[in-house]
């Protein structure tokens, strides 16, 4: 062959351009071939492929250390075989709010009402990612108000604060400080002033993400916004009516945000693109209508949304302001693609009572127009028949009492119904079921099998019965993509109430019977 006269390093170019699926069918064409795709370069980049990673190309780690790390990880979550395990503790005093992003533990600390925070504690996990090999924690100083809610992005060494103004004031201030210090961020511009209207307030409830530069805002389900939390520009407002509210948003990508209509006839998926330019900031367009499925026997009482920010590959690591202390960040980050969104929807009927049903969507599903769709006005509307088939739905998937759930790119950890607390694992990733369905759910692509003891099995969705709710309807347009692969872990305290993940591992927080007690477990 012609082709393979050419010196072995531009063949690993050119071999880099296909697709992990046809590098996958190159591996057998002949030996030749087959010993090139062995190498580091190509094995790495068929890898990524299968688990539904980019490559952060400007991360300083080297690639045969990027292919060692990217199997140690899949291997950690598809066995649940985590050879670390470490414990943490934390001070008494009940705990507000808290979040983990890239190796970074943050807990809010109650003030004296439900809503408010007064302080926040972090701490840093050790991370295979940028050789931290020691934890540490730290304690940010008091706010100097309380606060109602809190996020944040450690690769720019961000720390985002809601302080709620007053109903009179109409308006919610959002803070920027460094992770570090605690101090205002100093590339921030200073305090957002998030204009409201008579009668919101963030003690109804508040949602906050941050997706690099942009920061989006829902507070009580009526005012949304995206600012720039660099420029303290405005890209989007939007402000509702209590009949038509907005349940909950997600950053679909680096310009794109959905907001979860559920209180309309029939609910819907609206998904805008707004402005990323700060020169004409506010050009937000209505691209299109996911509609969910409509019946009128049933009402929709509540939609909660679970998703992580789309990862922006472009921000190298963050040192810490004013000490030698380097936050994570990964060379290996999730495909826009194959993100998930998790939905959990509350229905009310005269037949059904009160039920919950779960919708697991994938980002490729929200990126792609169906054909058949109509356009109208400039925004396509899309009726659910032509993408609720790329959906999974299963109604017993949350325990209705206890919908806690944590999402990185296609995987997610929520806690069992076990009467020993364990967690459970539920992957997505439509490459890694067709191959537990091929070669069986005790191999992966990152190993042959695992000698240690697992719970692993492939969930379908479910068949339909005789009643026709809304979810068993659903459930009939089920596919192959929406399958997913499961793992269970158990969590040595029975106190355990919260489990989450990020890239390279998950912590389950539990509560003991006296406040000195508090710690978590990481894994």
């Known amino acids: 062959m012609l082709l393979l006269s050419l010196p072995p390093e531009i063949l690993t170019q050119i071999f880099l351009n296909l697709e992990w699926h046809d590098l996958l069918r190159a591996q057998s064409i002949c030996k030749a071939v087959g010993k090139l795709c062995s190498s580091t370069a190509l094995q790495y980049h068929l890898l990524l492929g299968i688990a539904g990673y980019e490559d952060v190309s400007n991360h300083p780690m080297p690639i045969s250390q990027r292919l060692e790390l990217l199997k140690k990880v899949e291997f950690s979550f598809n066995y649940a075989n985590f050879g670390q395990k470490e414990r943490f503790s934390f001070e008494g005093g009940p705990i507000s709010s808290h979040d983990l992003q890239d190796g970074i533990y943050i807990q809010g600390r109650r003030g004296r009402h439900q809503n408010e925070t007064i302080r926040a504690d972090v701490h840093q996990l050790p991370s295979s990612f940028s050789d931290i090999n020691d934890s540490r924690s730290w304690k940010l100083p008091n706010f100097e108000k309380p606060i109602q809610n809190l996020t944040l992005d450690p690769k720019q060494d961000l720390l985002i604060l809601i302080e709620d103004i007053s109903e009179e004031h109409q308006r919610v201030l959002l803070h920027f400080k460094s992770l570090t210090t605690g101090e205002p961020h100093p590339l921030s511009s200073g305090s957002y002033v998030a204009q409201t209207k008579p009668g919101v307030s963030t003690d109804s409830g508040s949602i906050i993400a941050v997706m690099g530069p942009f920061v989006g805002l829902l507070c009580d389900y009526q005012i949304y916004t995206i600012c720039n939390w660099k420029t303290g520009k405005t890209h989007m407002e939007l402000s509702t009516t209590p009949d038509d509210e907005i349940d909950s948003f997600f950053f679909l990508d680096y310009d794109q945000v959905g907001l979860i209509r559920g209180q309309r006839s029939p ?41 992580d920010p789309p990862p922006m590959t472009t921000i190298g690591t963050s040192t810490a302001l004013g000490s030698n202390l380097a936050y994570s960040n990964p060379p290996f980050v999730p495909r826009m693609e194959d993100r998930i969104i998790v939905m959990n929807i509350s229905l009310s009927g005269d037949e059904i009572g009160i039920q919950s049903y779960p919708i697991v969507i994938r980002g490729e599903t929200l990126m792609t127009i169906p054909e058949g769709a109509k356009y109208t006005d400039g925004t396509y509307l899309i009726p659910s028949e032509l993408w609720m088939h790329q959906t999974f739905s299963e109604p017993t998937l949350f325990n209705r009492a206890n919908y806690a759930c944590f999402v990185y790119g296609s995987r997610l950890v929520k806690m069992t119904e076990d009467p020993i607390f364990g967690v459970t694992f539920l992957d997505f990733n439509p490459r890694l079921v067709a191959w537990a369905k091929a070669k069986g759910c005790n191999t992966t692509p990152y190993a042959d099998g695992c000698d240690k003891p697992f719970n692993r099995w492939i969930l379908e969705s479910v068949e339909p019965s005789d009643r026709a709710t809304w979810g068993e309807r659903t459930s009939k347009r089920s596919v192959i993509a929406t399958r997913f692969v499961t793992e269970r872990l158990r969590v040595e305290a029975w106190e355990a109430f919260s489990a989450m993940l990020d890239g390279e591992r998950f912590i389950a927080i539990y509560v003991g019977l006296i406040p000195l007690a508090n710690s978590a477990l990481m894994y």
């Open 267 to 307: 609910a819907e998926i609206e998904m805008c693109k707004f402005g990323t330019c700060d020169d004409i900031p506010q050009s937000t367009e209505l691209v299109a209508k996911y509609l969910l499925p409509f019946d009128g026997r049933l009402r929709y009482l509540r939609v909660i949304c679970r998703s």
